[in-house]
């Protein structure tokens, strides 16, 4: 009983604080309170730059309608009386606000931007074939009555997400060569050495009287290919100098004649070169 009691003081309370309030009721259409910025009610069919029909009967608008309030008649290709350049044609274009859902994917789809919403506030009819928008009232509203900001252009631009920045090339990649230069050539295998840059045979300690026989190649003119490992090889017969000591041949290596055009070796350790056969003998 208590509960009951205090919920009607509390509505009672209420209504009297409300009744002497000042009333925030619209009198429409006296007065019209101003519109969204994308407030839009009704449709329109544009012309283009030419002055021509924009729309070209492609249907795309009619497929993707869902709720089906629109049906084109299409009218093929003809030549343009304003360009003369042929071009596909809408016979027919009937739209049924009665049904639509105001959710704009006609104008999304559009190729041509032929199909717009426009902004005016109210649509005031008597009877249903008032809110069937016919080809001829779709191009009158085009000059009657303000056009919505967005076209298939615009709104298709909205949903496309931007394109990353191009990243910049490496500091590397910027100085390239000059016009003309040609680019560095790959490292190639190093060449042989010639002959003259063969190491020369050590210096010999042997006096001036001890000369290489006549006919014997001397150790500047040896080969690039001599063998690294010195060979004890006997030289042809020659002077042999007074201060040298007498060394046996080594047996493995047989005594060559004078004539023979062996190709010469680097004297053994020690610059001395070996006595010939005759200081054997002495």
């Keep these: 009983m208590r509960g009951y009691l205090g919920s009607t003081v509390h509505a009672l309370a209420t209504s009297l604080a409300n009744l002497f309030r000042r009333p925030v009721t619209v009198e429409f259409p006296k007065v019209i309170r101003p519109r969204a910025e994308r407030y839009r009610s009704s449709f329109a069919l544009l012309h283009d730059e030419d002055g021509d029909e924009a729309c070209i009967g492609c249907l795309q608008c009619e497929r993707i309608c869902p709720s089906e309030v629109i049906s084109i008649k299409v009218g093929g290709k003809r030549e343009s009386p304003v360009t003369g350049k042929k071009r596909g044609y809408a016979d027919d274009f009937v739209l049924d606000l009665n049904a639509c859902i105001y959710c704009e994917l006609c104008v999304q789809v559009c190729p041509t931007d032929a199909i717009v919403m426009t902004r005016e506030p109210e649509l005031p009819a008597y009877g249903r074939e008032d809110l069937v928008l016919t080809m001829a009232k779709l191009y009158a509203n085009e000059k009657s009555k303000p056009r919505a900001w967005g076209d298939a252009t615009r709104l298709n631009g909205m949903q496309t997400s931007p394109k990353p920045p191009k990243a910049e090339p490496p500091a590397s990649a910027v100085a390239a060569p000059a016009s003309g230069a040609s680019p560095p050539a790959a490292p190639?295998?190093?060449?042989?050495?010639?002959?003259?840059?063969?190491?020369?045979?050590?210096?010999?300690?042997?006096?001036?009287?001890?000369?290489?026989?006549?006919?014997?190649?001397?150790?500047?003119?040896?080969?690039?290919?001599?063998?690294?490992?010195?060979?004890?090889?006997?030289?042809?017969?020659?002077a042999a100098a007074s201060s040298a000591q007498p060394a046996p041949a080594p047996p493995s290596a047989p005594a060559a004649p004078a004539a023979t055009t062996a190709s010469p070796t680097p004297p053994a350790a020690g610059g001395v070169p070996p006595p010939d056969s005759g200081e054997e003998g002495r």
């Design 188 to 238: 190639s295998k190093p060449a042989a050495a010639p002959p003259s840059a063969a190491p020369s045979a050590p210096a010999t300690t042997a006096p001036s009287s001890a000369q290489p026989a006549p006919g014997s190649p001397s150790a500047s003119t040896a080969p690039a290919s001599a063998p690294a490992a010195p060979v004890a090889v006997p030289p042809p017969p020659a």
